[in-house]
């Protein structure tokens, strides 16, 4: 589904991605955006359900 929107957008993305590198203040503003592609992807495939991860303590040896 997604694979032709990766293919055609992966490369004009990271030319993009280094070009704007030299500017003040872009590191945050990639970090921002990336932050905000991270959680459309994850309420994405979590079907807008919350996640929960439990960790087990039932064999912990102590």
Known sequence: MF???IRT???PFI???E???H????KETYWL???F???VVLVYLSEAQPI??????VNRPS
């Open 52 to 57: 929960s991860i439990e960790i087990p303590v």
């Open 33 to 35: 955006f990336e932050e």
């Open 19 to 21: 070009f704007g590198l």
């Open 37 to 39: 592609i991270r959680k």
């Open 15 to 17: 030319a993009a991605r």
């Open 9 to 11: 957008l992966w490369r």
């Open 23 to 26: 500017f003040p203040g872009a």
């Open 3 to 5: 694979d032709p929107l």
